[in-house]
């Protein structure tokens, strides 16, 4: 049912189209290894957007590419702004040679000003779509396909083609490449406003731009190894038996008893129900929607305690917030955090379970990201640390008191740089012990009354942890601010999307 | 590291204990088939909480345990209510035969009056662990181990305990039962106010302890097919390359702009930078803690199609909220959402997408959880239809308008009983229209500025869907009320933890 001017992919191609699209994959072109001679002569339908691009008029001179575009170096935010800033290089060449019609023109807004059509020129594009590291170097003949420089040279145009894989024209890295006989879609650009058009971008000046920043290289292996990771995540517990439980995210219970918290209402811009305008200060949360205080939740553990001590052992994987207005690197107001929780088991058991998880995900990622890690990753962080036995002070009223009277049964799965990626703890499973915790840290009682049940019937000894997964992509990555690690990052002052 | 009462798996046991605990999982042994005469013999520790029971004093009579308990119908809440109903007939036969040694107690306090210790008994104990349908019979003699009546017997009772596999002593269902030797923990139970203590219980009332319920039959069957549920929905869109992106619960765009929203805010209890009480009608967002007006996500998907145009194809799953009061069968203000999004696609792409996900966890659920289908659901729903090409008034505005300029391109997958449990649309690609739609919608153009870049710049052809998680829970459950597909919902005027 496809609209006529759509792709239809030519029955002869190898390459197996994507599910739900008539375009092929370029990571299945450009990772095929020494496979790639075979795939010479095929055609095949392709999308993606411009990383980078030259025009050649007339006589095609052969000049490679920056080799930066086929093995970018690390933190190289776009290849294509490193192609940019060759410009005013190439710039001069062109008034030496007086515009001769031979020498290469650069990418640049065609003038209104100029009184003829250009003559024939070759377009070569890097495009990108996602799926790899590598681009498709495709090259667009405008003598055959009637497009202008100006559609489709600019930065992160997106276009959908069909051609012809051959052996590359020039003498670059790469080692295949598409010329075009149809072209199904533009997408143009405003390149005065578009973000990434500028010259190399420092991954912090991204940040106003959460939007359109995966269309970079960095931002895009970023998100390939954190849904590597989230995929790995629920393999490595499904796998152990546990059973995922989706914990609450609107909650009237304090987790921790000492984090700062949202407010979850629909009390603002409202009137109470006698007209009266209603005070932020002390306001009536009989009338606010669940008819009590309600928080966004800092930690679903406990909720999480309650289906472990029915259904034995369990995991919850899902976003937690913290109102925290200091500004830090690993901490934003709203983080996806993996928690689990273990019936009949004490604090070495979930040590060990922290661990193996830990040890799975590393080895995960260097098995399934490798040409995104060999991008991304220069540093090897050394062995990461276990502290445990904290200080009671320090840590929730629910860990488990230790017969010292001092110290509780907790841990810290500590990494150097990052510092703590993994927090767990043994529960205090013995009511009376709870109920002096709850008194000790000034909680209010009947919050807590449906999480004393679960020590009122059937009690159990129980222990978990909670992995910080936005941390676990950082060390991953090598990154060292969080806010780059997380596809729309929430922080204090600022939230525009 | 384990202390000294804690269990050792004997090293004879050819049962693979639990990792991180040193329990079997009772689905090893009761659904081992025929194999099981192999397991007669064998020591193994087992851990779980107390479904039914009985006591037999001195010569222990061999009457069956309801056959209920062993093959439990559908909406049995708990087995052990049913027991529990026999309860006043037992008291006449004790009272009859005038405490005869010989005779069958229930299980019931004992009385502080009473003079002499008990004589042994034997405990038959039904204990479940959550790891599937059946209960493991386990049989302690209080000769042996010194346990009472009121430690052990009450429903919901835990224990951790060693012991031998049999062949069943009685003429029950069971095919296999344990001997206990050891006993490493007992959490007893206040049956007074346990919630389950009671007769046999309705759905609904389960519903105001949701912290306890996930211990009967039915909410543990629930709890195990959402969780295949939920790998299934990450198993379906990895194998087909897509990439899993969490986009942010805490956002200042309205993704429909005909949702009711709840605020995200630190203003309530507040005063004002100046000192001045903040009133709740008219609030100064600056103030509020992102300096925006921020609200919990109706839908993600406008996010996620900005990772769309840079990555192609794309899912996200995670809460997603309304503040509706009107009472729904199928709706609570935090429901959990699988969104796609895909690049270089039209309507239909998504429809058949949609549709291969909507069979796949369908067939996911029949070939992994059988034992709970067979429990739970009666019913077989008649084949889902999809409905598509809507008037344009009744979607969303970023839906894309067709040529008739009244009808939109998006689709419906509705389901007998249950309506609706998919909903797609091809997006609007083109900027001009999508500027126009805003307008139409009254939307302040400001909040999607970020949006319609992604028209400005590079833009494509794409669709996607939503798929009600919490609704593919219910139909595949057989349940008619969401709030029972859903571990701690979220409703008006309501919550409780």
Redesign the interface.
């Known amino acids: 049912?496809?609209?006529s001017q759509?792709p239809k992919v030519a029955s002869s191609s190898p390459l197996v189209p994507?599910?739900?699209?008539n375009?092929a994959?370029l990571k299945t072109i450009l990772e095929c290894g020494d496979d790639e001679i075979g795939l010479f002569g095929k055609t095949v339908v392709v999308?993606g957007?411009?990383k980078s691009s030259k025009e050649v008029r007339r006589e095609p001179m052969a000049v490679p590419l920056k080799p930066s575009e086929a093995s970018p170096g690390p933190k190289d935010v776009t290849c294509v702004e490193m192609v940019q800033s060759r410009i005013p290089f190439f710039r001069t060449i062109i008034r030496v040679f007086g515009g001769s019609i031979s020498s290469q023109s650069v990418r640049e807004k065609l003038e209104p000003t100029i009184p003829k059509p250009p003559p024939p020129s070759k377009f070569y594009l890097q495009i990108n779509?996602?799926?790899c590291v590598s681009n498709l170097m495709v090259m667009i003949d405008s003598a055959i396909v009637p497009v202008s420089a100006s559609q489709v040279l600019p930065t992160?145009?997106?276009i959908?083609v069909q051609g012809v894989l051959e052996k590359p024209s020039t003498h670059g890295k790469q080692t295949i490449e598409l010329t075009v006989e149809k072209v199904f879609?533009v997408?143009?650009?405003?390149s005065d406003?578009?973000p990434l058009s500028r010259k190399k971008l420092p991954l912090g000046s991204l940040r106003d731009s959460?939007?359109?920043r995966?269309?970079t290289t960095t931002v895009?292996s970023i998100?390939?190894i954190?849904?590597a990771l989230?995929?790995a995540t629920?393999a490595f517990f499904?796998n152990?038996?546990f059973?995922?439980?989706?914990?609450?995210?609107?909650?009237?219970?304090d987790s921790e008893g000492f984090s700062?918290k949202?407010?979850?209402?629909?009390?603002?811009?409202?009137?109470s129900k006698k007209g009266e305008?209603?005070?932020?200060?002390?306001?009536d949360y009989n009338e606010d929607?669940?008819?009590?205080q309600?928080y966004?939740t800092v930690s679903g553990r406990l909720?999480l305690e309650?289906?472990a001590?029915?259904?034995?052992?369990v995991y919850s994987f899902?976003?937690r917030?913290r109102?925290e207005?200091t500004v830090s690197l690993k901490q934003v107001?709203?983080m996806?955090i993996v928690e689990v929780e273990?019936?009949?088991?004490?604090l070495?058991?979930?040590m060990?379970?922290a661990e193996?998880c830990f040890k799975f995900l590393c080895r995960w990622i260097l098995d399934h990201c490798s040409q995104d890690m060999n991008f991304l990753a220069d540093d090897h962080y050394k062995k990461p640390v276990i502290i445990y036995d904290f200080p009671k002070a320090v840590k929730p009223f629910y860990v488990r008191l230790n017969d010292d009277g001092k110290t509780v049964a907790a841990f810290d799965l500590v990494v150097p740089k990052i510092g703590r990626v993994i927090t767990g703890s043994q529960s205090e499973?013995r009511f009376d012990m709870l109920t002096t915790r709850i008194r000790e840290f000034d909680l209010p009682r009947d919050q807590y009354e449906?999480?004393q049940?679960?020590r009122?019937?059937?009690?159990?000894?129980h222990s978990g942890f909670s992995l910080g997964f936005d941390l676990m992509v950082l060390l991953t990555t090598g990154l060292t601010d969080v806010r780059d690690a997380?596809?729309?990052p929430?922080t204090?002052?600022?939230?525009?999307?």
Chains 1, 2 share one sequence.
């Not at 997408?187 to 405003?190: K, S, Y």
């Not at 305008?277 to 306001?283: D, G, K």
Request: aromatic share 12%; glycine share 8%; charged share 20%.
């Open positions: 049912m496809m609209e759509e994507l599910m739900y699209s375009r994959v999308g957007w411009v779509d996602g799926s992160g145009t997106c959908l879609h997408g143009t650009v405003e406003t578009y959460s939007h359109i995966p269309r895009a998100t390939r954190r849904s989230d995929f629920h499904q152990h038996g059973l995922q439980v989706q914990v609450p995210i609107i909650t009237t219970t700062e949202f407010h979850v209402t629909t009390l603002l811009g409202s009137t305008p209603v005070t932020a200060l002390r306001p929607f669940f008819g009590h309600s966004l909720h309650s289906y001590c029915a259904l034995g052992n899902g976003p917030f109102a207005k107001a709203e996806w273990m019936a009949f088991t004490q070495e058991d979930s060990k379970c193996d499973e449906w999480y049940d679960l009122r019937h059937g009690t159990v000894k997380i596809p729309f929430r204090h002052g600022k939230a525009s999307n």
